[in-house]
């Protein structure tokens, strides 16, 4: 069985930039998460899906920050414009069972973003 | 708030010997409990987990973690450590109802495994 897979693996950009980054979860997985990961610390949610419903958005900076899940599938991240601070590694997660599950989450590779 | 504190930021033992890694948590009801590990450059990989029932839990690679309520803890544990263990250990809480499926972790644990 495929694992969780995201694209791309490293993104090096500029500052004021846009990025984009895909996630496809385990098939059959109807809860997929966003976590953002700084250097020594770890994962915090950025946002959960549903299937297609962002349930918790409550972590992701709305002002930059953009995510859909348009089908309940794959999912796009989006950072518009891209600041120096959110160099970080993006992960994408996804788990069967909705809110109340006690299913453990499967995370993807993660994507390494540098912000030049 | 829920919240799990790893109190090592390293932790170093030789190959062959017990190691134990520490994690304690804070949460509203019985928490789900688990333990995740990253190898450089991956994503995390599940570990083991605490939902409910016997407090001693086994999971992947012959590692096990304990659950004690009355400390709030859930230290990981292997009987005979392995170089390939060394690597970034997360724990992580859930309270089991409210808050959906919000995984909190902890900052991590570097586990160093020497000949």
């Known amino acids: 069985e495929a694992g969780v897979v995201q694209s791309p693996r490293y993104k090096i950009i500029e500052k004021k930039q846009p990025v984009a980054f895909w996630c496809n979860p385990i098939?059959?997985?109807?809860?997929l998460y966003w976590y953002l990961q700084n250097l020594g610390q770890g994962p915090e949610l950025l946002i959960r899906y549903e299937n297609e419903e962002a349930v918790d958005d409550s972590q992701l900076p709305k002002d930059r920050f953009s995510a859909e899940r348009l089908k309940g599938v794959d999912s796009t991240l989006k950072i518009q414009p891209a600041e120096l601070g959110d160099s970080a590694v993006y992960l994408c997660a996804s788990s069967s069972g909705l809110a109340g599950s006690s299913n453990e989450q499967f995370f993807g590779p993660g994507t390494r973003l540098t912000v030049l | 708030a829920q919240s799990v504190a790893q109190p090592e930021d390293q932790v170093n033992v030789a190959e062959g010997n017990p190691l134990t890694v520490k994690c304690t948590y804070s949460?509203?009801?019985?928490?789900?409990l688990f333990w995740y590990v990253q190898y450089p450059n991956r994503g995390l990989q599940f570990l083991l987990k605490y939902i409910t029932g016997d407090n001693l839990v086994k999971g992947s690679y012959g590692f096990e973690a304990e659950f004690n309520k009355s400390q709030t803890s859930f230290h990981l544990k292997k009987p005979s450590a392995l170089v390939s263990d060394s690597a970034l250990y997360f724990c992580a809480v859930r309270a089991p109802t409210g808050g959906g499926n919000k995984l909190t972790f902890g900052t991590g644990t570097q586990l160093k495994v020497e000949l």
């Open positions: 098939s059959g997985h109807n809860t």
């Open positions: 949460v509203s009801g019985n928490p789900y």
